[in-house]
């Protein structure tokens, strides 16, 4: 199993920027495929970002394309989201997640193939 704790949320106003961040215990960090999830009040969980273990790849959803940026640091087993030009719709709690094995690209979003998830952190953007 993987333990993963998200750090990096809070209150911004629209246009802000912040950068969520991930550390991994428990395994081979740089085995896995890691990514980030969010959820907002009401709303299902939705796929936000992801990226390969080799770092070379990665995946966006559309509505964030171009302003988040996903990244990893294998030597600090840390996955890092940074998000600019934050807007009021990005509000939600942001989830970090791992996959020990390969994934179709068209599987990204789907997030019943992720193997562990984080308990998640708040980020708030106001207009």
């Known amino acids: 199993q993987v333990q993963l704790v998200e750090s990096g949320g809070g209150l911004v106003q629209a246009g802000d920027s912040l950068r969520l961040s991930c550390v991994a215990s428990?395994?081979?960090?740089?085995?896995?495929?890691m990514g980030w999830f969010r959820q907002a009040p009401g709303k299902e969980r939705e796929f936000v970002a992801a990226?390969?273990?080799?770092?070379?790849?990665?995946l966006y959803t559309d509505s964030v394309k171009g302003r988040f940026t996903i990244s990893r640091d294998n030597a600090k087993n840390t996955v890092y989201l940074q998000m600019n030009s934050l807007k009021p719709e990005d509000t939600a709690v942001y989830y970090c997640?791992?996959?020990?094995?390969?994934?179709?690209?068209?599987?990204?979003?789907?997030?019943?193939?992720?193997?562990?998830w984080g308990q998640g952190t708040q980020v708030t953007v106001s207009s």
């Open positions: 990226i390969k273990w080799t770092g070379d790849s990665t």
């Open positions: 428990g395994r081979t960090f740089s085995n896995l495929i």
């Open positions: 997640v791992s996959r020990r094995s390969a994934l179709f690209t068209w599987e990204y979003g789907n997030r019943s193939k992720y193997d562990d």
